[in-house]
């Protein structure tokens, strides 16, 4: 299979467009970035995460879809091949590890979304409050039976999917159905902006205060920033490996984090009038989504058809997300490891389960385990902060360290511009100069100083 995989290709420049977007776009940009805009005051964090997307982001994409095109390999495969040395497979090895990480916490906050589908449907949220919303959530969050039962369902389609693989299925699906996702979010930050009192919203979204910024904040911008954009962790590099030879890499990387950041900015501007339309908290952590979408269809009519739309829209995002972060498990363990591609989903959900428990019955302070703290996070925080903050952006750094200072910039030249097909020399001249000082040493600079070694 492995073989035969890496030497299928998108078959259009659209396709591989539209593949990638499907992997970026998820939880990240409906649930996460909206809470951490939230929590990390604004306007300033969102100017932070933009220069982390320019500066960082698009050039680990480009540097991630040329080992991938150039190997035509997995994440673990490609290093090998490529690397003069075997010891740069250890980027392989940490994405496998944050693969897991992820999804440790990823398949419950998506069991979250598959139950809000069917909550709204039965009518739960029909002229609802603001505060029966959040009696709502606690039911849905703290369980402990039902979170577990919708992380299991999540598990098994995901399952499914990967044991079909199928792929061409899984590009139509995304191809038809996120733009319609696109077009509910619009209507969602429509109606949001039309609610009394959303210019507070918008104002706490755009209005840039650098007074709130702090080291930390900085990290996590940079953490949202390689979760959103699926970097990091081999991702793109096995997408990569799918590209066709005349594929503009450049063009493609920029496009998908510029769609990317819109579907988040939209996700934004359907939020935040809301929590300030109603009173709400900006810092109310991961139940935001949860908290506001109910009640920006709350008065409407047929509102309860429209919500069950959202978020059946969006567990399909988290659903072709989360298909892109377990292929790097099973193509690792089928290709290097011998073992079946059914076999290798079956162990991989296997153990998301198990382990992801102790994410789900951590996810709130009422939570059987919300509780217990290791290193001061919970199980869910854990999981999240090392994947995001730490082992994302240690991977990004030895990805440029890789392609900037170990391989040849004439080589980069040749792949990024198509065997010379593309006169496109000064944009990868730019790119090459971000890859090889800018975001090596942002990159350096902001983990060393989140780790204590070095102050800002
Ligand atoms: N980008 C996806 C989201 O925003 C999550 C994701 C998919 C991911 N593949 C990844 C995150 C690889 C990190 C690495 O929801």
Same mark, same amino acid.
């Given at each position: 299979?492995? *073989?035969?995989?890496?030497?299928?290709?998108?078959?259009?420049?659209?396709?591989?467009?539209?593949?990638?977007?499907?992997?970026?776009?998820?939880?990240?940009?409906?649930?996460?970035?909206?809470?951490?805009?939230?929590?990390?005051?604004?306007?300033?964090?969102?100017?932070?995460?933009?220069?982390?997307?320019?500066?960082?982001?698009?050039?680990?994409?480009?540097?991630?879809?040329?080992?991938?095109?150039?190997?035509?390999? *997995?994440?673990?495969? =490609?290093?090998?091949?490529?690397?003069?040395?075997?010891?740069?497979?250890?980027?392989?090895?940490?994405?496998?590890?944050? =693969?897991?990480?992820?999804?440790?916490?990823?398949?419950?906050?998506?069991?979250?979304?598959?139950?809000?589908?069917?909550?709204?449907?039965?009518?739960?949220?029909?002229?609802?409050?603001?505060?029966?919303?959040?009696?709502?959530?606690?039911?849905?969050?703290?369980?402990?039976?039902?979170?577990?039962?919708?992380?299991? !369902?999540?598990?098994?389609? !995901?399952?499914?999917?990967?044991?079909?693989?199928?792929?061409?299925?899984?590009?139509?699906?995304?191809?038809?159905?996120?733009?319609?996702?696109?077009?509910?979010?619009?209507?969602?930050?429509?109606?949001?902006?039309?609610?009394?009192?959303?210019?507070?919203?918008?104002?706490?979204?755009?209005?840039?205060?650098?007074?709130?910024?702090?080291? *930390?904040?900085?990290?996590? =911008?940079?953490?949202?920033?390689?979760?959103?954009?699926?970097?990091?962790?081999?991702?793109?590099?096995?997408?990569?490996?799918?590209?066709?030879?005349?594929?503009?890499?450049?063009?493609?990387?920029?496009?998908?984090?510029?769609?990317?950041?819109?579907?988040?900015?939209?996700?934004?501007?359907?939020?935040?009038?809301?929590?300030?339309?109603?009173?709400?908290?900006?810092? =109310?952590?991961?139940?935001?989504?949860?908290?506001?979408?109910?009640?920006?269809?709350?008065?409407?009519?047929?509102?309860?058809?429209?919500?069950?739309?959202?978020?059946?829209?969006?567990?399909?995002?988290?659903?072709?997300?989360?298909?892109?972060?377990?292929?790097?498990?099973?193509?690792?363990?089928?290709?290097?490891?011998?073992?079946?591609?059914?076999?290798?989903?079956?162990?991989?959900?296997?153990?998301?389960?198990?382990?992801?428990?102790?994410?789900?019955?951590?996810?709130?302070?009422?939570?059987?385990? #919300?509780?217990?703290?290791?290193?001061?996070?919970?199980?869910?925080?854990?999981?999240?902060?090392?994947?995001?903050?730490?082992?994302?952006?240690?991977?990004?750094?030895?990805?440029?360290?890789?392609?900037?200072?170990?391989?040849?910039?004439?080589?980069?030249?040749?792949?990024?511009?198509?065997? #010379?097909?593309?006169?496109?020399?000064?944009?990868?001249?730019?790119?090459?100069?971000?890859?090889?000082?800018?975001?090596?040493?942002?990159?350096?600079?902001?983990?060393?100083?989140?780790?204590?070694?070095?102050?800002?």
């Amino acid at each position: 299979m492995g *073989n035969r995989a890496g030497r299928e290709k998108f078959s259009t420049g659209l396709a591989a467009f539209f593949a990638t977007l499907g992997s970026a776009l998820g939880l990240g940009n409906i649930w996460k970035f909206p809470y951490l805009v939230g929590e990390n005051g604004g306007g300033a964090f969102l100017f932070i995460y933009l220069l982390c997307v320019i500066f960082v982001g698009i050039p680990v994409m480009i540097c991630e879809f040329y080992i991938g095109r150039k190997t035509r390999k *997995n994440a673990v495969g =490609a290093f090998q091949k490529i690397g003069t040395n075997p010891a740069w497979k250890i980027i392989g090895y940490l994405g496998v590890l944050s =693969a897991y990480l992820i999804m440790f916490f990823y398949s419950c906050v998506a069991g979250w979304v598959y139950s809000y589908v069917f909550k709204a449907l039965k009518g739960d949220f029909n002229a609802i409050s603001a505060h029966s919303v959040e009696a709502e959530l606690t039911k849905a969050v703290v369980g402990p039976i039902s979170p577990l039962f919708w992380q299991l !369902v999540v598990l098994i389609v !995901v399952s499914v999917v990967l044991i079909c693989g199928v792929k061409r299925g899984i590009e139509r699906v995304t191809k038809t159905l996120l733009p319609v996702l696109f077009i509910l979010i619009i209507i969602c930050a429509i109606r949001a902006m039309t609610l009394p009192g959303a210019f507070q919203g918008l104002y706490f979204l755009f209005h840039i205060d650098f007074s709130q910024l702090t080291p *930390n904040i900085i990290l996590m =911008a940079l953490g949202l920033a390689f979760f959103k954009l699926s970097l990091g962790m081999g991702t793109l590099i096995t997408y990569g490996s799918y590209f066709t030879e005349n594929n503009n890499m450049i063009t493609t990387a920029i496009k998908v984090a510029l769609s990317d950041t819109v579907v988040s900015l939209l996700a934004g501007i359907a939020i935040f009038p809301t929590v300030f339309s109603f009173s709400m908290e900006t810092g =109310a952590g991961p139940g935001l989504l949860f908290l506001t979408i109910p009640l920006v269809f709350s008065q409407i009519p047929f509102g309860n058809i429209l919500l069950a739309a959202f978020f059946f829209l969006t567990s399909i995002a988290a659903t072709t997300a989360m298909i892109s972060i377990v292929e790097v498990l099973v193509a690792y363990l089928s290709e290097e490891k011998g073992m079946s591609r059914t076999k290798a989903v079956i162990f991989n959900a296997t153990l998301i389960m198990f382990i992801g428990m102790l994410a789900t019955l951590s996810a709130d302070r009422a939570s059987i385990l #919300g509780d217990v703290h290791i290193f001061g996070r919970t199980f869910f925080q854990l999981f999240d902060f090392t994947s995001s903050n730490v082992i994302l952006p240690i991977g990004g750094l030895l990805i440029v360290i890789f392609v900037g200072w170990v391989g040849a910039k004439e080589e980069f030249r040749y792949e990024l511009s198509n065997q #010379g097909m593309l006169k496109t020399d000064w944009l990868i001249s730019i790119f090459y100069f971000f890859i090889k000082y800018v975001a090596p040493v942002l990159l350096a600079v902001v983990f060393l100083n989140s780790i204590g070694l070095f102050r800002i």
